[in-house]
């Protein structure tokens, strides 16, 4: 009797610190992610930053491209947007990656084209992200579309980062980025599946010698110029540092400590773990 005592007060325990995890840290996190904002770029460029991912919507006299489509009722609300600016033109979704809240909103678009990573496979995405919100194209290296003036290209990374296949969007004329969850603007990154701290840093330093880039539209946070890459670079160098350095390990971590994070998988000790486990695998 005293042996099932215990186990009720542990399992009473672990349920208390379960919720008040969530109503401190996931319930406020959920909430602040699906707010939205809407910053008219210019006449052409609207973004829609927030309820789940960031979100662009292109315009040009013979196409649409909406990158990411956001999820929950944000994500009717970007194809509401979406579908009044583009009228009778044809819609071309990009995808940055299979997860939810960069996809979830793929359904409205059905009989429109929609482009994602080719690392991913159709049972893959089928599981991750449902059948409903299934990409129409794999895009296995390299696309570039003509857009009006401006010149829209999409690059598979084509290597475990965020994801197994992380999908970045350059628009030649504005010099801008959308970088997906590739570049997270004052957040935290989180690792699940084959998310790889190195990736992130070998994206990170590529990206600039790929692309002139001057603005940046994370995948997270605000919009901004080329701080973001760098501050999110040096988080993986500092989080690098701190892994094989325990006497800096708590200097580092405070350095972020005003960045959007939870305990244990989006955090800097979350990044830490994430290094020192891929160090131990090789």
């Not at 080719?118 to 579309?145: C, H, S, V």
Request: aromatic content about 8%; hydrophobic content about 40%.
């Amino acid at each position: 009797m005293k042996i099932l005592k215990w186990i009720g007060i542990i399992i009473l325990t672990l349920v208390v610190i379960g919720i008040t995890a969530y109503l401190i840290y996931v319930r406020p996190f959920m909430k602040k992610m699906e707010e939205t904002s809407v910053v008219q770029y210019d006449k052409e460029l609207t973004l829609v930053l927030g309820g789940g991912g960031n979100s662009g919507i292109l315009v040009s006299d013979s196409l649409v491209i909406v990158i990411d489509t956001k999820f929950h009722d944000a994500a009717e609300q970007l194809f509401k947007t979406v579908k009044t600016l583009a009228g009778n033109k044809p819609i071309l979704v990009i995808n940055t990656h299979f997860h939810p809240d960069h996809s979830g909103g793929n359904k409205f678009y059905k009989g429109q084209n929609i482009i994602a990573g080719g690392n991913y496979t159709k049972e893959f995405w089928i599981r991750e992200a449902d059948e409903e919100n299934l990409p129409t194209q794999w895009l296995k290296d390299r696309m570039d579309i003509k857009m009006g003036d401006d010149t829209v290209t999409l690059l598979n990374m084509a290597k475990n980062a965020h994801t197994e296949s992380d999908v970045v969007v350059y628009l030649h004329k504005r010099k801008m980025l959308f970088g997906g969850d590739l570049i997270l603007n004052k957040q935290a990154p989180v690792f699940m599946g084959v998310a790889d701290p190195d990736g992130y840093l070998s994206a990170l330093n590529m990206l600039p010698k790929q692309f002139d880039i001057q603005k940046i539209v994370p995948g997270h946070g605000a919009m901004g110029g080329v701080e973001i890459i760098n501050n999110f670079r040096q988080y993986f160098i500092d989080m690098n540092t701190a892994a094989n350095d325990e006497s800096k390990k708590d200097e580092l971590v405070a350095k972020y400590k005003d960045w959007v994070q939870m305990p244990v998988f989006m955090s800097p000790n979350a990044t830490i773990s994430a290094i020192k486990k891929k160090a131990q695998m090789k």
